[in-house]
T-cell receptor, first 113, second 110 residues
């Protein structure tokens, strides 16, 4: 069966420090991969979307970047964190296109202080 | 850019009551999905609806898709504390990128 894992689960980082969140999917090939950010109790904002290795679509201009070095690995990064980068970050995967279910990871809580 | 509006934003009810939450889109849905999310976890898919006028039932949850495929409702009968959570509607569009509404936070008090 397919599984998705992301880490770390929680981190507190000072303003100006770098960030790296990692996500891996197991049990499937060539998934679509996503990074979402969620403010407390609110909806999810799509940050990055990838349909294959090295193919990244940025949905909103921001202080973050994403990379997909391997088929089932998706990394969210920042060189210098801002206070506004705080939030709950979710990695997700799906197969195919419209109408297919998207499966989410456990999430990572980021607090920038 | 498609916008999904959900209402109400917050709902607090007593166990046993019925409730309805709504999702409206600025454009026709490609494929409407409803998710429930508990604090600190990722959203979990409840249902996918595609056909205008479609009604789906999942135990005490009834999902309706408007005829024009621009609106949807989720009705919960005899709510239970276990129904507490954030309810999100989403559209996958033609590319599979899932766009979410802001969600309805439901609190069911015992």
């Amino acid at each position: 069966s397919q599984t998705i894992h992301q880490w770390p689960a929680t981190l507190v980082q000072p303003v100006g420090s770098p960030l790296s969140l990692e996500c891996t999917v197991e049990g499937t090939s060539n998934p679509n991969l996503y990074w979402y950010r969620q403010a407390a109790g609110r909806g999810l904002q799509l940050l990055f979307y990838s349909v294959g290795i090295g193919q990244i679509s940025s949905e909103v201009p921001q202080n973050l970047s994403a990379s997909r070095p391997q088929d089932r690995q998706f990394i969210l990064s920042s060189k210098k964190l801002l206070l506004s980068d705080s939030g709950f970050y979710l990695c997700a995967w799906s197969l195919g296109t419209a109408g297919n279910t998207i499966y989410f990871g456990e999430g990572s809580w980021l607090t920038v202080v | 850019t498609q916008l999904l509006e959900q209402s109400p934003q917050f709902l607090s009810i007593q166990e046993g009551e019925n409730l309805t939450v709504y999702c409206n889109s600025s454009s026709v849905f490609s494929s409407l999905q409803w998710y429930r999310q508990e604090p600190g976890e990722g959203p979990v898919l409840l249902v996918t609806v595609v056909t205008g006028g479609e009604v789906k039932k999942l135990k005490r949850l009834t999902f309706q898709f408007g005829d024009a495929r621009k609106d949807s409702s989720l009705h919960i009968t005899a709510a239970q504390p276990g129904d507490t959570g954030l309810y999100l509607c989403a559209d996958s569009g033609n590319t599979g990128k899932l766009i979410f509404g802001q969600g309805t936070t439901l609190q069911v008090k015992p």
